[in-house]
T-cell receptor
């Protein structure tokens, strides 16, 4: 069974630029999550989708971050404009019900 | 918000030694999970605990769900080089995971 796919794996941008990350969850998983993992810390939930609806986005900095899951499958996470403190690994996870399966993440460096 | 305190932050051990790490929370969780993360990869689930007091093993790994539902520990017996990595505890409530800060395990051969 294919795992959670994410792209790109690495991205380097300058502050104030925009960036987008893509996630393809495991087939059939209704729930999709985006996490931010700052170096030396555990992942922190940014947003949770159930099919194409948002369940929890309470920790998403909505002034600069946005995410969508239009057809209830793939998802994109966008940052516009990026700040230095956005440098982190962005992890996508999907879940059929309870257990979450994580992708390899996208490492973002903001210069 | 909910926070998990995981300790120790890092461990340096000899191959073959046993390892113990734990996690405490100010909040009650219905599920406790332990993950391992290798460099450049996402976390991978090692053990899931669903009931207070539950003790579960997965090979050389043993984890327990504390009676108060506010803590959990993970033991690794007879460590081997591939155990190197960062271990995270996570508490789960309503499909939402809250992660600890991680324990970085380094093994000297």
């Amino acid at each position: 069974e294919a795992g959670v796919a994410q792209s790109p794996r690495y991205k380097i941008i300058e502050k104030r630029q925009s960036v987008a990350f893509w996630c393809n969850p495991i087939s059939g998983h209704a729930t999709l999550y985006w996490y931010q993992q700052i170096l030396g810390q555990g992942p922190k939930l940014l947003i949770q989708f159930q099919n194409n609806g948002v369940v929890d986005d309470s920790q998403l900095p909505k002034d600069r971050f946005s995410a969508e899951r239009l057809k209830g499958v793939d998802s994109t996470l966008k940052i516009q404009p990026a700040k230095l403190e956005d440098s982190a690994v962005y992890l996508c996870a999907s879940s059929p019900y309870n257990e979450q399966f994580f992708g390899p993440g996208t490492r973002l460096t903001v210069l | 918000g909910q926070q998990l305190n995981q300790s120790p932050q890092s461990m340096f051990i000899q191959e073959g030694e046993d390892v113990s790490m734990n996690c405490t929370s100010s909040s009650i969780f219905n599920t406790w999970l332990w993950y391992k993360q290798d460099p450049g990869e996402g976390p991978v689930l090692l053990i899931a605990l669903y009931k207070a007091g539950e003790l579960t093993s997965n090979g050389r790994l043993t984890a327990q769900f504390g009676i108060t539902r506010k803590d959990s520990f993970l033991n690794i017996s007879a460590s081997i080089p591939s155990d190197v990595g960062i271990y995270f505890c996570a508490g789960q409530g309503a499909q939402k995971l809250v992660f600890g800060q991680g324990t970085r395990l380094t093994i000297n051969p």
